[in-house]
């Protein structure tokens, strides 16, 4: 039943704030709780002014395309390889988490949508929805949804509830995701930031010398999260639990985790003689590659010139989004 009124229950919290006490407030208990020690999950890294190496001349020497199916060629949409000059921008250090996320959903009444699988995994659930429940159907939910590893069938109702939100604030730290390119515009201002363009975005993950990713140009599947070592099953990881995934300006998890949407619309680039029908204003760029594929991951889908694109009323499963801001 929580599912269905959940987004009513999210969106309207806010109203409720000024008649509850602080301890009260459905779903806002949790929201921004659970910070790894010692990080601020708003904090920004300054990218200084100048030039930078953005896209890249690589082929499919190894003919991937061919050998995994993909019904588009691989690297031609970053030709050519070519110097961009950007003035000083900053830009988060950490994807924005489900805390925050759900912040923004309790005060911002509205202007953003609540990601699908919180309706599924527990997330969703205020603690006034846990206290009016009974004992039977909060063991169907910390087992169905929660995915509680622990005998439930003894716990009693206090007990549930706390295992409960534990959960939460662990999922807390999450990278969001399932968020749509507008849920993440909504948010990057109501924080008084922007969506970063694409080419800011690769520059801070790549550097100014146009590192193949963001720790330099050896692939490790170990520095990063594709999947295999995430918190939740959609592989999907608490932000920066990879300390290595750092770019040379200090922000983490630009390769790996999830998918980040940016400012821009999906075209070509200056200079290039390839064509493509998803060209135009009908699709936003993601950038750096998602969780969620483990020991199959493809290095190429984590490389800081790697263009993907998305529409822009989607969302999924391994999508999220940083924000950036004007200097």
């Known amino acids: 039943m929580y599912r269905r009124f959940l987004q009513v229950l999210i969106i309207g919290a806010v109203v409720m704030a000024g008649a509850c006490s602080k301890n009260s407030t459905p779903l806002a208990q949790s929201a921004g709780a659970g910070q790894a020690a010692g990080m601020d999950e708003g904090a920004m890294v300054v990218v200084p002014a100048g030039d930078f ?3 890249s001349n690589r082929v499919d020497k190894a003919g991937l395309q061919r050998q995994y199916g993909f019904e588009t060629p691989l690297y031609l949409n970053e030709h050519p390889e070519h110097t961009v000059h950007l003035d000083a921008f900053k830009i988060d250090v950490y994807e924005v988490t489900n805390g925050e996320y759900k912040a923004f959903l309790l005060k911002a009444r509205g202007r953003g949508h609540v990601p699908e699988a919180w309706r599924f995994n527990g997330y969703g659930l205020a603690r006034s929805q846990a206290d009016a429940m009974d004992v039977a159907t909060l063991r169907k939910i910390a087992v169905n949804d929660f995915k509680l590893d622990m005998d439930t069938r003894t716990m009693d109702k206090a007990a549930l509830i706390a295992a409960m939100f534990k959960q939460q604030q662990i999922m807390d730290k999450l990278a969001v995701t399932g968020v749509t390119w507008q849920d993440g515009d909504a948010y990057c201002r109501w924080r008084g930031k922007r969506l970063p363009s694409e080419a800011e975005w690769e520059k801070a993950a790549r550097g100014p010398k146009g590192l193949e990713f963001p720790w330099g140009d050896k692939w ?5 999260n594709t999947g295999e070592n995430a918190d939740n ?4 990881a608490a932000v920066g639990s990879f300390p290595r995934n750092k770019s040379p300006y200090g922000a983490y998890d630009m390769s790996g985790n999830a998918w980040e949407w940016v400012a821009d619309w999906y075209q070509a680039y200056p200079g290039s003689t390839y064509g493509s029908d998803a060209f135009g204003k009908k699709y936003k760029v993601i950038r750096g590659g998602g969780g969620g594929v483990g020991h199959y991951a493809l290095s190429y889908f984590f490389r ?8 822009p009323h989607m969302s999924a499963e391994d999508v999220g989004f940083r924000c950036a801001k004007d200097i």
């Open 53 to 55: 190496i953005m896209g």
């Open 220 to 224: 490790d599947p170990q520095i990063t």
């Open 233 to 236: 099953d959609q592989g999907i």
């Open 304 to 311: 800081g010139a790697t263009r993907q694109y998305a529409d």
